[in-house]
């Protein structure tokens, strides 16, 4: 197995909402694919099982599965899964931190091995979750739902 990299991904964002609403949010299948995900499964137990998809996602129209594992489920504060292969996988972070009125969400992962196609991963993971992010909390105040693009 290859050393790991040494650094995470860490997105951060504020939400106008409660920790418990967007705890809710992002245990919920059918609400993650209202802004980020397409055929998303979920079950956010401890040990449950979970599969982010998209299928022709953003202007690439790029489609794609990542299964993975719930480690932490303690509502209002932490949701957790790893996921990917079991000489490759990452573990995510979410945590909720009431804060300001509203909800600091922290969005951290890692585990991406120090090899030229993790670096590449880590990469473009980090701007996936801050697209995440954004699309999480523009959905949550203001109900704004992913349009995918038409396809030609």
Known sequence: MAELFD????QRTYIAATPEKVYDTITTASEWDKFFTTGMILDP????????????WGPDLYS????GKVVEANRPGLFSF?????????TIRFE???????TVLTITE????????GRTMI????SG???????LKFYIEHGVVYTPPKKD
């Open 96 to 102: 909720l931190e009431e804060k300001h009125g509203g």
């Open 64 to 67: 794609m599965s990542a299964p």
């Open 129 to 135: 979750w801050g697209e995440a992010a954004t699309l």
């Open 82 to 90: 790893k996921w990917g292969s079991e000489s490759n996988e990452t």
């Open 7 to 10: 650094g995470k991904i860490k």
């Open 45 to 56: 137990k401890l040990g449950g099982e979970c599969t982010f998809s998209w299928k022709d």
């Open 123 to 126: 990469l473009e993971c980090a």
């Open 110 to 117: 890692d585990g991406y091995q120090n090899t030229p196609e």
